[in-house]
């Protein structure tokens, strides 16, 4: 059996060898002129605007959480899958009652709608009067004193610092 | 020793001459299929119909001008286009291409494929991240959601699958399928199953990935050189590798149709040479129907993706998974 | 057997090489990709004691998973891998005591312990050996873990929909 995971294993040193030859190979015939304009980050012809690496949906995080838990569901479906047929009817709809609860905790996921995807409320800049125009997460000074997290105009201001850099 | 370094040099043989061989050949067609769908010519100056064609964009790839750009993580950008061709190749080693040929035969096999299918996420994410475009990022991150997504669609359809066969062993699994293919006995999994297959390939409708028109080319817009050609190259190693595993799980793999009704005993080098004929006419059937959806059906949204996964395809997976065992254990 | 122990050497190493890096890179995301090889290394290590189930779940769950979760879990933090990790050392000397202790403790027991060493016994079909223990001997720990994963999709739910409502714009102010 050992041997079996042998072969696997083999098959992924080819794998890694096989693209790591590809590519020594391929670095050893092209030319290398690189010039500043062409190591820039690409972004439609336009000077890149700060970095990528920033904070992003949080609905992904979620998608993730939801897929580990399901995925656990999913692994232990297999094992009893193989032997089900000599089972005894006890541990037949001990099963069925775990697929259940589990079936359960879905179905409480779709009514709650954790993971709807559908298009949130649009954040347009609005007009405020005597401010002009601001963001859609600008708050009137008084209450920005509560928020926990910075103001807007700081946030926007530091990414630009970095991007400048 | 000896057996081992034979063993391996035959391993490079299936690999050199049939995985990379199958992916040019999937360019090719994927080229002159889309050509004659959307009625022009395709391909057609190099060699004879164009067929040297995947070569000689082999040989451009290979001396084109690599460009890391400057803010990227240079490492993981280097790194990255290894994982989805390795992935691609650990896979074939559990499929098997005849009664007497595969080359192992793992007693968790199912378990296997999906680990490594969930494995290949990694190399989109990280060139996503590494490259430090925001498109490339939002493809890599897209791309990472909707794998994870529609792996458990096709985790609790292979589980269904797995109550016929009693068995984790994909070779025990195409043996199963010798009078009756999955496809007759399980249909409503075997069209989870080609879905979640289609979008775990980033293929039409599900190619978010790279949907050009908001994307720019995705997760790989910032490679470039022989480093795209490997991302390129696993792309398509991996529509041949989900067609396989459709004509595995619910085709009959090497079987033809009905074949323990009707087929003859047959000696090993002959029933080889049939089943390997099979199955590999079954998968170009596959590989031409993942090219035909292609040129055929426009793309989903995101949203669209994500429901038809989460709400659609995975509440329909454990229904059926429950409502076979009950079948089987019942009546069985 | 030669050939299994040179292998288990040579995953060893890439474990220890792999946590390493985890713990002392400086950025973060190199950290949880060098984590992933941590991860798979452990699956050749059950593969190795012919555990494949175990071995491919632990692909599965903590590579294909959990790994995830922290791959996005790095990149949602805020300027996490923005900047590099200002990695310096703070409480040197309780860091270095604790640290002496818990490995004089460790060593002292693996010493001290008398370990019993059985021979490895290919057991062919590990699964359906799992699949009747889980049924059988071990059915409450099996339904408890599904309570559990009833109770962690509720919380997920939970988070999810309550960071939802956080992003809403303040609708007092328009």
């Not at chain 2, 003859?264 to 390997?276: H, R």
Request: proline share 5%.
């Amino acid at each position: 059996m050992l041997a079996e995971y042998g072969y696997v294993l083999m098959f992924l040193a080819i794998g890694c060898v096989f693209t790591a030859v590809t590519l020594l190979v391929a670095g050893l015939l092209r030319p290398n002129r690189p010039s500043p304009e062409k190591l820039m980050t690409y972004e439609c012809g336009e000077e890149p605007v700060g970095s990528a690496w920033i904070q992003y949906n949080h609905r992904f995080y979620v998608i993730a959480l939801m897929f580990l838990v399901f995925e656990v569901e999913v692994v232990l479906l297999f094992p009893w899958a193989t032997v089900f047929q000599d089972m005894g009817w006890y541990a037949f709809w001990a099963m069925i009652v775990f697929v259940s609860l589990i079936f359960i905790g879905f179905l409480y996921e779709l009514g709650k709608g954790a993971l709807q995807w559908d298009k949130p409320q649009p954040q347009i800049p609005r007009y405020v009067e005597g401010v002009g125009v601001v963001p859609h997460h600008w708050k009137p000074e008084s209450e920005v004193a509560d928020v926990v997290g910075q103001p807007a105009a700081n946030v926007s201001g530091s990414t630009q610092d970095t991007a400048t850099e | 020793m000896d057996p081992l370094i034979f063993s391996i040099l035959v391993m490079l043989a299936v690999v050199l001459l049939f995985m990379l061989p199958s992916a040019a050949v999937a360019v090719y067609a994927e080229r002159r299929v889309s050509a004659f769908i959307q009625n022009r010519y395709g391909p057609n100056r190099v060699g004879p119909l164009g067929l040297f064609q995947p070569f000689a964009d082999v040989i451009k790839l290979f001396f084109k001008e690599d460009i890391i750009p400057d803010k990227a993580n240079r490492a993981l950008y280097i790194l990255a286009p290894m994982i989805p061709v390795a992935t691609a190749i650990v896979t074939v080693a559990v499929i098997p291409f005849s009664e007497f040929v595969y080359i192992t035969d793992l007693n968790i096999g199912v378990l296997f494929l999906l680990a490594v299918a969930s494995l290949s996420v990694y190399g989109v994410t990280l060139a996503g991240w590494a490259s430090n475009s925001k498109y490339s990022l939002l493809g890599g991150l897209r791309s990472a959601a909707q794998m994870i997504s529609y792996e458990l669609p096709m985790g609790v359809a292979l589980a269904s699958v797995i109550l016929f066969a009693g068995s984790l062993s994909v070779v025990d699994i195409v043996g199963s399928q010798e009078t009756w293919w999955n496809v007759f006995r399980n249909p409503i999994a075997c069209i989870i199953f080609i879905v979640a297959a289609f979008a775990e390939a980033n293929r039409t409708p599900f190619d978010l990935v790279e949907a050009e028109q908001e994307l720019v080319g995705g997760f790989h817009t910032e490679y470039s050189s022989m480093k795209f050609g490997t991302f390129f190259l696993a792309e398509y190693m991996h529509v041949v590798i989900a067609s396989m595993l459709i004509t595995t799980f619910f085709f009959g793999g090497y079987h033809l149709p009905f074949a323990g009704y009707w087929l003859p005993e047959m000696g090993v080098i002959a029933k080889s040479v049939l089943d390997i004929s099979v199955f590999l006419a079954k998968t170009t059937f596959w590989a031409f129907v993942f090219i035909w959806i292609r040129w055929t059906l426009p793309r989903f949204k995101f949203n669209q993706l994500m429901r038809i996964g989460w709400s659609r395809l995975l509440p329909l997976g454990i229904i059926n998974f429950i409502v076979i065992a009950i079948i089987l254990y019942y009546l069985g | 057997m030669e050939l299994s122990a040179f292998l288990f050497y040579f995953f060893a190493l890439l474990i220890i090489g792999s946590a390493a890096i985890m713990v002392f890179s400086k950025n973060i995301v190199h950290s949880a990709f060098a984590l992933m090889f941590t991860l798979a290394g452990l699956a050749a290590f059950y593969a190795l004691l012919y555990a494949g189930f175990v071995a491919v779940t632990q692909l599965l769950v903590y590579v294909g998973g959990i790994l995830v979760i922290v791959l996005f879990g790095v990149m949602l933090t805020t300027r996490g891998y923005f900047e590099k990790i200002k990695t310096r050392t703070v409480h040197l000397l309780p860091a270095a005591l604790f640290s002496m202790a818990i490995a004089i403790i460790l060593i002292t027991v693996f010493l001290s312990t008398e370990w019993i060493l059985a021979p490895l016994e290919e057991e062919v079909f590990t699964v359906q050996g799992i699949g009747e223990l889980l049924m059988t001997d071990y059915m409450l720990p099996f339904q408890v873990v599904g309570v559990l994963l009833l109770l962690a999709i509720i919380g997920a739910v939970l988070m999810a929909t309550r960071v939802a409502g956080e992003e809403e714009p303040p609708s007092a102010s328009g």
